[in-house]
């Protein structure tokens, strides 16, 4: 199996809530991560997971939240939705750390209202 | 820091005829390339990668890549374009470690009958 499963496929969310999405795989692979994908824009990356090593990009730190309770589950966690928020959420996951190719799943909408 | 740029948003051709979308990358270094494709209704999937050495790739379904360093290009290219390649399609260069991806905007793909 070499599907990325992310949950759920849509979310509307109020401004000002707290939103959690959530990504799974069954590949044993040890680095997962979170791209923001909003229309004619390129995916943008989050953050990620090296094992248990949590890796947020500069300019999305305090933005979001991640955990990663086994190797195979891992969450993006948004403590106060905002209107920037709504976009796509890509999880994806790879084998190791070096041109590795990344597998993707099929993306999260989310709505902020 | 590394940037890619997509240049064409849309491009319409009609099944049979030949292909090429285009992609240029700012990169210091020598970059790792890929481009990846999204099916509707699917996650992103590899469709290429280019590491360094033979400026031609190969990739699934008939699809080629050639890389020019002197161009700071990575067009991607396909003789015979069928129906099932309506798609959108992203390239992408290695950002550091850990497979960091930066991706273009992505170029959506119509074949006509």
């Known amino acids: 199996d070499t599907t990325v499963k992310q949950n759920p496929r849509y979310k509307l969310a109020r401004v000002g809530k707290p939103v959690n999405l959530i990504c799974s795989q069954t590949m044993n692979h040890d680095t997962m991560y979170w791209y923001q994908k909003k229309p004619n824009q390129a995916p943008k990356l989050l953050l990620f997971?090296?094992?248990?090593?949590?890796?947020r990009e500069a300019d999305t730190f305090e933005k979001f939240q991640s955990s990663r309770p086994n190797n195979s589950f891992c969450s993006l966690y948004i403590g106060s939705a905002g209107l920037e928020y709504s976009a796509m959420y890509l999880c994806?996951?790879?084998?190791?750390?070096?041109?590795?190719?990344?597998?993707f799943g099929h993306g999260t909408k989310l709505s902020v209202l | 820091a590394q940037s890619v740029t997509q240049p064409d948003a849309r491009v319409t051709v009609s099944e049979g005829a030949s292909l090429q979308l285009r992609c240029k990358y700012s990169?210091?270094?020598?970059?790792?390339l890929f481009w990846y494709v999204q099916y509707p209704r699917q996650g992103l999937q590899l469709l290429l990668k280019?590491?360094?050495?033979?400026?031609v790739v190969q990739g699934v379904n008939g699809f080629e890549a050639e890389f020019s360093k002197s161009n700071s290009s990575f067009h991607l290219r396909k003789a015979s374009v069928h129906w099932s390649d309506w798609a959108v399609y992203f390239c992408a260069v290695r950002s550091g470690s850990f497979n960091k991806l930066t991706f273009g905007a992505g170029t959506r793909l119509a074949v006509c009958p």
């Open positions: 990169y210091f270094g020598t970059p790792y």
């Open positions: 997971y090296y094992d248990k090593i949590l890796n």
């Open positions: 994806a996951s790879s084998r190791g750390t070096a041109n590795e190719r990344l597998f």
């Open positions: 280019y590491y360094p050495g033979d400026p």
